[in-house]
């Protein structure tokens, strides 16, 4: 990757250690990819905020990097491990590091947003404009359905292109690989969001390329958040297209089937927890209309933004969903938060795909893998 | 035996006892950055330390958080003293390039499995060179 005077000059030290290394990760990310020179970006999305998934070794690098870097894009950051205004059950320890990952972000200057649904909540820049998003499912889904152009970036190349406003040309930034080789044919009726992580997770785990077409029709938003999220899960892929590649695969009951013994590995749970990704005002609506008038009968955690919930606040729709006995964790979500830990729980209920790969996997807590609906109808009354 | 024309992902060399798979790696959800190990009994590489090692893998899968999970190896002292891929990925090159831990390619033509488990190797990424001791 050729680079211009002033990268190489930031590569070699001259404007600090901090924006050397984002330039060693942007060096290096760039070969991996291919890429012939950096672009400027307009909007980077990082990842890496929960203690949980960074650890010690992430609070101290971030408190050193966030003394010498500042943003130079538009930055947005991902949810953290709890909502800080309930922090009952989450350990002091957790707590002081969480605060000082939270400072050391906000000393660079970003929007404290704390959300994996950032095109639920930030205005969307015009078709084509590149970005730089860590969040897989946000990657996914921007460049899928918004017609953003990222690349699947890791917790770190979106930070050195947060602070330095500059991502490698490559791969999904290019037309080329926006256009797929390898087609998925449904050959079974989609019943629910489920399915759709279902196909998501069969798709990312079966297709290496960077994008994949996906012969069904439109999904919803509720339909696509939750494919995209388990496409970003299980593979490399960044993106999906509606329509038919050069080489078609079927996806049949049977690959259902197997995707779902696979990450549904119990048939009830102590507790449920409705996100990954957070959800957003279409599924909080959806919700509050399937559990009217009724109470849940196991606890149930509802992962969302401070920003949906404010705007769902506004329109009585928070309320209607909490008459139900549900509870809001804001600024968090399922993926490795303490309030899920072995611990406390044997097993989940989960709408999640990418949840129940991450809480069996790493909060090592057994998942029953239900849809909104169904958990609704099955645990209210 | 030689293998060269590599392409050099993260400068620098590295030496050690060969760790191979063909199946990609999740670094956040199926390693202790503590000891090491690979966790995920579904995995081959499972109770496999990458310590030391000369990790040999197509690329890694899942999270973005995984950079950090490979920072988090080069300082608890378990991290691999070396990295070949198939193909590296974004999260792969970010993490060693923080890390710095040398990272190439191999070439093309060459599959994983030229490098034989257990095998020493030397991975000299600057010059996209990989000596394999039978």
Redesign the interface.
């Known amino acids: 990757m050729e680079l211009s005077r002033d990268e190489e000059e930031a590569l070699a030290g001259k404007q600090g250690e901090a924006l050397a ?1 984002a330039y ?2 942007l ?3 760039g ?3 291919g890429a012939k020179k950096l672009v400027p970006i307009q909007w980077a999305h990082v ?2 905020v ?1 203690y949980n ?6 609070v ?2 971030l408190e050193k990097f966030s003394r010498e870097a500042m943003i130079a894009v538009k930055t947005t950051v991902n949810p953290m491990g709890y909502d800080r205004t309930k922090p009952e059950g989450i350990s002091e320890k957790f707590q002081e590091k969480q605060s000082s990952i939270v400072k050391s972000y906000e000393r660079m200057g970003v929007a404290p947003s704390f959300t994996c649904t950032p095109y639920e909540v930030f205005d969307i820049p015009q078709k084509g404009t590149a970005v730089s998003f ?3 499912n946000a990657a996914v889904f921007s460049n899928s359905l918004l017609g953003l152009m990222t ?8 930070l ?1 292109s947060s602070v330095t406003g500059k991502a490698p040309l490559s791969d999904l930034r290019l037309e080329e690989a926006r256009n797929p080789k390898v087609g998925i044919e449904a050959n079974f009726k989609f019943e629910s969001e489920l399915d759709y992580g279902l196909l998501g997770y069969f798709a ?1 785990k079966t297709v290496k390329d960077s994008s994949v077409a996906l012969d069904i029709s439109r999904p919803s938003t509720i339909e696509a958040k939750a494919l995209s999220a388990a496409i970003g ?4 892929c960044g993106m999906f297209t509606i329509g038919k590649g050069r080489e078609t695969i079927s996806f049949g009951k049977e690959d259902v089937q197997a995707a779902r013994d696979e990450l549904s590995t119990a048939d009830d749970g102590d507790i449920i927890t409705l996100g990954s990704p957070q959800l957003g005002m279409n599924e909080l609506d959806y919700l509050a209309k399937l559990v009217e008038g009724k109470k849940f009968t196991k606890r149930c955690m509802i992962f969302c933004s401070k920003a949906i919930h404010n705007q769902a606040a506004k329109i009585g729709l928070t309320g209607r969903i909490e008459r139900s006995g549900a509870e809001f964790m804001c600024d968090s979500c399922t993926c490795l938060t303490p309030y899920v830990s072995k611990d406390k729980y044997d097993s989940v209920v989960s709408n999640s795909v990418k949840g129940a ?2 809480l069996n ?2 909060n090592k807590v057994k998942v029953a893998l239900k849809d909104i609906k169904t958990i609704a109808k099955e645990y209210t009354k | 035996m030689i293998i060269s024309n590599c ?4 400068g620098g060399s590295g030496e050690g006892h060969a760790l191979v798979t063909a199946q ?1 790696i ?1 670094f ?3 390693v202790d ?1 503590k000891t090491g190990v690979i966790t ?1 009994s579904r995995h081959e590489l499972y109770n496999k330390s990458l310590k030391g090692a000369v990790l040999v893998f197509p ?10 999970a490979i ?2 190896l ?3 002292g378990t991290a691999p003293s070396a990295v070949v891929c198939s ?12 890390a710095s831990i040398p ?1 190439v ?1 191999l070439p093309q033509d060459t599959p994983l499995s030229a490098i034989k488990q257990g095998a020493v190797a030397a991975v000299q990424a600057d010059e996209g060179k990989i000596i394999v001791k039978v």
């Open positions: 290394s060693r990760i060096a290096a990310i070969e991996a990819t990842s890496g929960n998934t960074i650890g010690d070794a992430g101290q690098f860590a969040e897989s690349n699947k970036e890791s917790a770190l190349s979106a050195a990312g899960t299980s593979g490399s790969y991450y996997s790493s | 392409k050099k992902i993260v990609p999740n956040l959800a199926m950055a995920d690329y890694a899968v899942g999270s973005s958080v995984g950079a950090y920072f988090s080069r300082e608890y193909k590296a990925d974004i999260t792969t090159a970010s993490g060693c390039a923080i990272v390619d």
